[in-house]
């Protein structure tokens, strides 16, 4: 069946420094959401894309996907104590099935 | 205003018991959806409704069973509880059309002892 692999599953980082998460689905998708999950909460939805290489940013944060539409990345720039928590990427095929990705773990170091 | 909403927020209940989980969404959309959540935080769908019909069923116990009296409600009801279940329970709620954003409620944190 369809699967969504997201890497790493834990990242421990310096505050500033940068940090990625990658997701990798083993068919293509019709587009792929991020979530973001604080320590205690509960997901929240941060973005969508949709188009083949479409690039997105949220201020500190760029949100790509492949031309092929079967990977995406989470980049984060000069990390920073809010950022912590766990990063989901979910990835809807074409049968409007929606998988999550295992999650990253981001830890900021102070 | 809470968009949604789940009730209990903590549930701790003995093995063998039945149990349900409330759901509701203020938002006026056409999808909700049960999640569970393990200990390692990984994120697994259990189902969605579609306007009342079930059109997610992953491969879960049939001791689960979705509950949706209207289009703003699904309640979880789960029988004969095990210990596996422990975890944490989030139901969400998404809209038909784009961007198919899901909401999440705060979650239960189910305990079986």
């Known amino acids: 069946g369809q699967q969504v692999m997201q890497i790493p599953q834990y990242q421990h980082v310096q505050e500033g420094e940068d940090f990625t998460t990658y997701c990798n689905s083993s068919?293509?998708?019709?587009?792929i959401q991020w979530y973001k999950q604080r320590p205690g909460g509960h997901p929240v939805f941060l973005i969508q894309?949709?188009?083949?290489?479409e690039v997105k940013k949220q201020k500190r944060l760029t949100f790509q996907f492949g031309e092929a539409k079967k990977n995406s990345s989470l980049h984060i720039t000069a990390t920073q104590t809010t950022d912590v928590g766990t990063y989901f990427c979910a990835g809807e095929d074409r049968d409007d099935k929606i998988i999550f990705g295992k999650g990253t773990r981001l830890h900021i170091l102070p | 205003d809470t968009a949604v909403s789940q009730t209990p927020k903590y549930l701790v209940t003995q093995m063998g018991n039945d149990k349900s989980i409330k759901c509701e969404q203020n938002l006026g959309h056409d999808t909700m959806y049960w999640y569970k959540q393990d200990s390692k935080k990984f994120l697994k769908i259990m189902f969605s409704?579609?306007?009342?019909?079930?059109?997610i069923n992953e491969t879960v116990p049939n001791r689960f069973s979705p509950k949706s009296p209207d289009k703003a409600h699904l309640n979880l009801h789960i029988n004969s509880l095990e210990l596996g279940d422990s975890a944490v329970y989030f139901c969400a709620s998404s809209p038909t059309g784009a961007p198919y954003e899901q909401y999440f409620g705060p979650g239960t944190r189910l305990t079986v002892t």
């Open positions: 409704y579609n306007n009342k019909e079930l059109i």
């Open positions: 068919t293509t998708l019709s587009n």
């Open positions: 894309l949709v188009k083949s290489g």
